[in-house]
Nanobody
Framework: QVQLVESGGGLVQPGGSLRLSCAASGRTLDYYVIGWFRQAPGKEREGISCIVTSDDSTYYVDSVKGRFTMSRDNAKNSVFLQMNSLKPEDTAVYYC??????????????????WGQGTQVTVSS
């Protein structure tokens, strides 16, 4: 089973950037679907981005499209989320997740079985 560890969160001013990392261990990330999710206080966890590592196709929800970019580094067995033009409403705990049963991207958190511990992103002046 793959284990995931997120890093890279922090406090940033509106308009700033952060790069989140999701490092995997236990298995390589080839032929996996990996999603980034976030959960703000008092809100449900929402999927925001996804990558299918068999062809590195990426998908984004409208609220982050054009500002966030997901990528992968095979050598580091990691995926990344580059977040630009951050807004206060992006404040949340960010998680990466995967599940070996998935073959296509999905934003439903209930279908993902392996999760990282999360990393806090706070956008505030």
């Amino acid at each position: 089973q793959v284990q995931l560890v997120e890093s890279g969160g922090g406090l940033v001013q509106p308009g700033g950037s952060l790069r989140l990392s999701c490092a995997a261990s236990g298995r390589t990330l080839d032929y996996y679907v990996i999603g980034w999710f976030r959960q703000a206080p008092g809100k449900e966890r929402e999927g925001i981005s996804c990558i299918v590592t068999s062809d590195d196709s990426t998908y984004y929800v409208d609220s982050v499209k054009g500002r966030f970019t997901m990528s992968r580094d095979n050598a580091k067995n990691s995926v990344f989320l580059q977040m630009n033009s951050l807004k206060p409403e992006d404040t949340a705990v960010y998680y990466c997740a995967t599940d070996p049963r998935l073959r296509y991207c999905d934003y439903d958190p209930t279908v993902f079985g392996s999760w990282g511990q999360g990393t806090q992103v706070t956008v505030s002046s």
